[in-house]
Every structure is written in structure tokens, then in C-alpha cells.
């Protein structure tokens, strides 16, 4: 098993119900809609932020997957039992999954919190306490993060296609 380093990027992605988190942990992959994708998905891991769906276990985030690349696909492509769904031929990332690891220590949010997508990196995450402490202030750290960004950046055509920048 690969461990997370100091210097990797990391996206913190929102897994919106119990459901998502078994598509990661069995299928090995996850979801995230392009209109709605963040800036870049070449990241060196997901972590999981759970929602209140998670009952007891909302507000968190305790899962990590190391990211073994991307494609392009419709929404009816990875979710065959939802032909009708009202997005099911919009594109979406799919997002390959090596295996889901517990964190050693779960990273709380004192309060509810509203995000979509959040990047920190792999000594943040290391460290974490709150869901708070991920966030990178103006530092060193945010400079080499906005860096890490730029890097991987992805523009995408007319027609979704990813080219990298």
C-alpha cells in the first residue's frame, strides 16, 4: 500500500451518500459531474468528506483512495440502473480508485459545513484535526499548492475532451 506524502495533492470530494462510498470501496471508482468538477481532478488521492446521510459518521472525513487516473463517460454509462435519471447523458469524470483506507484518525467538522470540493495536501491531511485545519492559508504551503494546481491543470473543448495545459 502507497502512503500518502507530505507534498501530495489531495482532493477532498463529498460522498453524498452510503451508496458512493460503496461504488469506491467495491467498483473502484467515483463520480463527479464535469459541468461541477473542480479546476483540476489530477490528484494524487481522494479523501471523503461524508454528509449527513452518514448518520453518526456525517460531518467527516475518514476514507482515502490513491487515484489511479480518469476518463470521460456519461452518467447512464456508470450508472446502469439509471437510464431515466435527468442527467444520465451528461458527462461526468470517472475517477479510478486504487483501495479505500481508513485514516488513522478521523478529521471531524465542529460544525456543518458547505463545500464542494476542497484541495489540501498530503502533511495537512496527515495532521488534520478539524475539517478546518485542511484548508491552506497564505503560506510557503499555499504557494506550492497553487503550484501543484497549475501543473495539472486540464482545459476542456467543445465537445468535453480534457487536453492539459
Known amino acids: 500500500m502507497q502512503e500518502i506524502q507530505a507534498e501530495d495533492l489531495i ?18 471508482w467515483y463520480r463527479i459531474p464535469l459541468a461541477t468538477s473542480p479546476k483540476t481532478i489530477r490528484v494524487d488521492w481522494l479523501a471523503f468528506y461524508q454528509t ?36 444520465a447523458n451528461e458527462p461526468y469524470f470517472k475517477i479510478q480508485l486504487g483501495r479505500v483506507i481508513s485514516l488513522p484518525r478521523v478529521i471531524h467538522s465542529k460544525s456543518w459545513r458547505r463545500f464542494t470540493f476542497l484541495y489540501t495536501t498530503g502533511a495537512r491531511l496527515k495532521t488534520a ?37
Open 52 to 87: 449527513a446521510a452518514f448518520g453518526e459518521q456525517r460531518w467527516s472525513v475518514r476514507f482515502v483512495a490513491k487515484v489511479k487516473g480518469h476518463e470521460l463517460v456519461s452518467r447512464k454509462e456508470i450508472l446502469h440502473d439509471e437510464p431515466d435519471h435527468p442527467r
Open 11 to 28: 482532493l477532498v470530494a463529498i460522498l453524498k451518500s452510503p451508496r458512493d462510498l460503496d461504488i469506491a470501496r467495491v467498483l473502484g
Open 129 to 165: 484535526q478539524d475539517l478546518g485545519d485542511l484548508t491552506v492559508p497564505a503560506s510557503d504551503e499555499h504557494d506550492m499548492l497553487w503550484k501543484l494546481l497549475r501543473e495539472r491543470g486540464e482545459k476542456f473543448g467543445e465537445n468535453g475532451e480534457i487536453s492539459s495545459t
